[in-house]
């Protein structure tokens, strides 16, 4: 089903419809999974945002705002028409951000100002509902590199080769299913009471929906308020930021350069007259 893409003027109510028509064939609603996107869409240029648009500011402004419109004014639409019926059930809003959404990375400077906006539009929703002792709960899903076909699809050069040479890509089904748990199970360290039982073999849709449902055993406050995947990857990242901000950012332009690290490494080291 589409998500909304203008949530402006008359179309603002855009989420409710969406929101109905998923009613009609689901029968109700108990949790609320946002994970659609857009990038910029131009191809991929390592000039980043110097690149897009072709140089042209109002091009590269209205691209700010198609992507907007897509990865935060509809999850915000979404979010607010759900809320009257998640508030019935109990239920849960899973939100899937990108690591893009809590630092600035090469290249995706549409894309990671929306997911910024995202943290800050459900960091502070989050707020509101516990202070109105509400049972809805909010995990916002924080990704990195995903090997999704859109993902590698769009950093892909037109020779077929890839752009981003040194990422190494996380599979998309573990990291489906690690959404699926947090998405609706607590944090490790607040389990299901005894009674509740998981299906020891399931796919990740069996999990999300095995989970969802055991979540209404537990108050909103209780539920994963984050999941990071891969974990190691992106908790290291958001501990080092705090500390050495600069050196983090120079990895990170390592790593999503569009040479090969051992290139690179030789550049830095070799005089220019032995490369």
Known sequence: MPPPTDT?????????KVLGAARQQLGGMDAL?????????????SRGWLGAGGGDWQRQLAIVRQTFDVNTFSF????????PELEATGGAIVVVSSMAGKMGLPAVAAYSS???????????????????????????????SIDTESAKKGT???DGSPALPNVAWSPADECAAAIARGGGTPSPLRPFPPSARRPIHATASQLLCSDLHLAHCLPAALRTREVYFPPVEILSSLLIRPFAPSLLDSAVRLVMSSKPLALQLREALLPHDQQ
Do not use: W
């Open 76 to 83: 915000m639409s979404l979010a607010t028409a759900a809320l």
């Open 8 to 16: 402006h003027g008359g179309h603002a109510c855009q989420g409710a």
């Open 156 to 158: 892909t050069l037109p």
């Open 33 to 45: 999974i946002l994970n659609h996107i857009m990038n910029s869409g131009e191809a991929y240029d």
């Open 114 to 144: 929306s997911k910024h906006a995202l943290h800050g539009f459900f960091d502070s929703l989050r707020h509101d509902l516990v202070n109105s002792r509400s049972n809805v709960s909010i995990t916002t899903a924080i990704l990195g």
